[in-house]
């Protein structure tokens, strides 16, 4: 197919059946573009399909099909009905100029011709279609291919490939902590983020080599001419390392990497949906196999997709079985050696009796929307276990994770209010723990919702502090009550400096705004002797207790701190 969609040369088609019109009008465009002439209606119709016009230069009376009905032709034709038709005739009463227009027309044109005057009005029209045709194919924020053009580019890219037996790639690469920056820093920064991505890529690029934006922070890369595999893989490397050197935005400095999925035709993929569904697929992989790589699609990625379908299918039966259970893990008074609370954590033990991580189902439950019911769950077991721990004389609070989904859940409040009075635990012993992402998107809601939750006269903490782009203006303007320093900077605070001075300064800052500190991860007796010694006292870790289920919390609590749980879990 002569395919001219997206021809760098405007092409202009003119319609008429006096040959001398013909050559007039030819003479007067032919600096402007790409001219195709038609002596008739149907042979104008026959030549459009083919050349695909962005100006039609259309007569009226012409033997056959007249000028209108072509022009309405043109019109009912998807592929032809942005061509801007401009009649170019001798009729010169109202009439006709109105049923002109009436029928598509943009522009009318009497003959005889002035000929300055008539070329700078076609050469406004080809200026316009040639704007139109841009906007529609370029991303607005980037300036790059958007979906539409990459899709042309591949379907040309695909017919050249099987005349040629030739190879194409399509590499989709995703960013890896895009989210986070846009998230926390707002979406002006986000965006700029984008352009200079979309910038550093265009620059990576061969002539042939299409870089377009799919949306998001999601981009494709189309490499018509593939030599051979290590040559795409060679060129994904550098990509990544591309991404990976450190933006610059109002002089601060960000951290990016990208994940990328590469298909090839025709050795995994046939056609343009199975490239980009391929493609997708080993970005995935990519993902799960620890970020800033590339991966190529492979059978194994399919299979690994249908696992990821079973998990789903499973967490729904798992979710209607009630076979979900809630683990406590104890927070500890390190001074006076004194349980304080509890930290409420799902798990999921599987026909076979064995545990399943919260890590490994926990992000397919957000992204699918199951975590919607599954934190309820939690919630409410974890409300009505406090009230009857509470109820046998042990004075304890309860923590749980509110996963980002359920937080913006527009009966989000309401569900905390329905489960505290379905508990019966008063609102002062329930502290949900949110992460930094949650503050930093939508800040007034998220404002809203802590201030509402506050009336009710819950607490509300900071889960892993100090690994998002903190702001440090939220915990200024948030009600907040708790901070917790992440398990990362604990694991490795007694051998690691940057640790150390990240905890130091959490705790300070804590201390200044009147903040409590729970320290994560507590492995060692150092650990915790030097964290008492900075100024952390509360303590959750593997030292004073495991997770463990509810059915050994209650003799866990009553024998102080001096029951062996550590191999429970
Ligand atoms: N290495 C080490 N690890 C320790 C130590 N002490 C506690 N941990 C583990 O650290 C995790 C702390 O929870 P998190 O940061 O909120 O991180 C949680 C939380 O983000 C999420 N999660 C767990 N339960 C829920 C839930 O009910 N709802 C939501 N939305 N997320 C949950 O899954 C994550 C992982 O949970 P778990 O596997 O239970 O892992 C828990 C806990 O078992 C220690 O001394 N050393």
Redo the contacts with the bound molecule.
């Keep these: 197919m002569h395919d001219k969609t997206f021809s760098l040369k405007p092409v202009v088609l003119i319609v008429d059946d006096q040959v001398t019109d013909l050559r007039v009008l030819s003479t007067a465009v032919q600096d402007l573009a790409e001219v195709y002439i038609a002596q008739n209606g149907q042979q104008a119709l026959e030549i459009a399909r083919q050349c695909r016009p962005d100006v039609v230069l259309l007569d009226i009376e012409m033997p056959g099909i007249s000028g209108f009905e072509v022009c309405r032709a043109l019109k009912s034709d998807p592929e032809l009905l942005d061509a801007a038709v401009i009649f170019v005739s001798a009729h010169t009463q109202t009439a006709d100029e109105l049923l002109a227009l009436e029928c598509g027309g943009v522009d009318f044109i009497q003959k005889p011709l002035n000929v300055p005057v008539a070329r700078a009005r076609i050469k406004a029209h080809i200026a316009l279609r040639k704007e139109a045709k841009r906007l529609a194919n370029h991303d607005a924020l980037t300036g790059l291919p958007n979906r539409i053009l990459l899709q042309d580019r591949t379907e040309q890219a695909l017919q050249k490939a099987r005349r040629s037996h030739g190879r194409v790639a399509m590499l989709l690469l995703d960013l890896d902590n895009f989210k986070v920056i846009n998230d926390s820093m707002g979406h002006s920064v986000g965006d700029l983020v984008l352009q200079k991505v979309a910038f550093r890529l265009s620059r990576s690029l061969l002539s042939e080599d299409t870089v377009s934006r799919q949306g998001g922070d999601e981009f494709i890369v189309l490499l018509p001419e593939v030599i051979g595999f290590d040559a795409v893989g060679d060129f994904a490397q550098r990509v990544l390392a591309t991404i990976s050197s450190p933006f610059s935005i109002h002089g601060n400095r960000y951290d990016l990497g990208a994940s990328i999925g590469i298909s090839v035709f025709p050795e995994d993929s046939d056609d343009m949906e199975s490239l980009y569904r391929h493609a997708d697929a080993a970005m995935y992989q990519a993902k799960l196999s620890g970020r800033n790589r590339y991966c190529f699609f492979s059978s194994h990625i399919e299979s690994s997709m249908r696992a990821r379908h079973l998990l789903e299918r499973h967490m729904r039966n798992a979710l209607e079985e009630g076979v979900f259970e ?2 406590y ?1 104890a927070k500890v008074d390190a001074r006076h050696h004194r349980v304080i609370g509890m ?5 999921w033990r599987n026909p076979d009796g064995v545990l399943i ?3 490994d189902f ?1 992000p397919l439950a ?1 992204e699918t929307g199951l ?1 919607i019911p ?2 309820k769950y ?1 919630l409410l077991q974890a409300c009505k276990d406090t009230r009857v721990l509470r109820e046998l004389g042990h004075d304890i609070s309860i923590s ?4 980002a989904v ?1 937080f913006r859940e527009a009966s989000f409040l309401d569900m905390v209010k329905s489960i505290l009075v379905e508990s019966g635990l008063e609102a002062r012993f329930l502290e949900l ?1 949110i ?1 930094e992402g949650v503050l930093a998107r939508d800040i007034d809601n998220a404002r809203e919702t802590l201030s509402l939750l506050k009336t009710l006269g819950v607490r509300i903490s900071i ?2 502090f100090g690994t998002g782009y903190s702001s440090l203006a939220y915990l200024k303007r948030f009600p907040i009550d708790v901070l ?1 320093i ?2 990362s900077f604990v ?1 490795d605070m007694l051998t690691d400096k940057s640790d150390s001075a990240i905890i130091e300064a959490i705790i300070k800052l804590g201390q200044a705004l009147g903040l409590e500190l729970v320290a ?4 060692t007796q150092e650990q915790a002797d030097t964290l008492l010694r900075q100024g952390c006292q509360i303590m ?4 004073y207790c ?2 463990i289920p509810f059915s050994q919390i209650a003799s866990f609590l009553s024998s102080g701190l001096n029951v062996d749980v550590a191999q429970t ?1």
């Design positions: 809630v683990f893990q930290e409420a954590l799902i798990r991580s919260p890590a926990i957000e975590i599954i934190g939690v749980v994770n509110i996963s359920q723990e992460t889960d892993d917790k992440d398990q694991r994560e991860g507590v492995e959750q870790g593997y030292l495991r997770p879990n």
